[in-house]
């Protein structure tokens, strides 16, 4: 998997993501700074919060804010691959993740261009 991406329904690209990376590399030095970083008063987060596997898989560790995710509930409900493959795309929902990882939007932009042949 070293040179594959793991895209989730969003279009973060998980196997950039610091979590996903300490996670992989059962880092838990790593996993313990990430949740240091990303906490904050109205989200507190333990690295507990943060071991994460992907969050494509419902059977696998997904980081805490992948678990309460809407994007990633109305995926699974929907059995896409990514919201590029979704006839809604795309919709409020991704608002809030784009508002965090702009390559997101563009990665599933992309996706759903080459998904229309155009």
């Given at each position: 998997?070293a040179d594959?991406?793991?895209?989730?329904f969003?279009?973060?690209?998980?196997?950039?993501c610091p979590a996903f990376?300490?996670?992989?590399?059962?880092?838990e030095?790593?996993?313990?700074k990430?949740?240091k970083e990303?906490?904050?008063d109205e989200?507190?987060?333990?690295?507990?919060?943060l071991?994460c596997?992907?969050c494509i898989?419902?059977?696998?560790r997904?980081?805490?804010?992948?678990?309460d995710?809407?994007?990633?509930?109305c995926?699974?409900?929907k059995?896409?691959?990514?919201?590029?493959?979704c006839?809604?795309?795309?919709?409020?929902k991704?608002e809030?993740?784009?508002?965090?990882?702009?390559d997101a939007?563009t990665?599933l932009?992309?996706?759903?261009r080459?998904?229309?042949?155009?």
């Amino acid at each position: 998997m070293a040179d594959e991406k793991m895209i989730a329904f969003c279009g973060i690209l998980c196997t950039e993501c610091p979590a996903f990376k300490a996670t992989l590399a059962d880092d838990e030095k790593a996993v313990s700074k990430q949740a240091k970083e990303w906490s904050s008063d109205e989200y507190p987060l333990t690295a507990a919060d943060l071991w994460c596997d992907g969050c494509i898989y419902e059977d696998k560790r997904a980081a805490k804010f992948c678990q309460d995710c809407d994007v990633r509930q109305c995926a699974f409900v929907k059995g896409v691959e990514n919201c590029a493959h979704c006839d809604e795309f795309p919709c409020d929902k991704l608002e809030k993740p784009w508002s965090m990882c702009v390559d997101a939007k563009t990665t599933l932009e992309e996706i759903r261009r080459i998904l229309k042949g155009s």
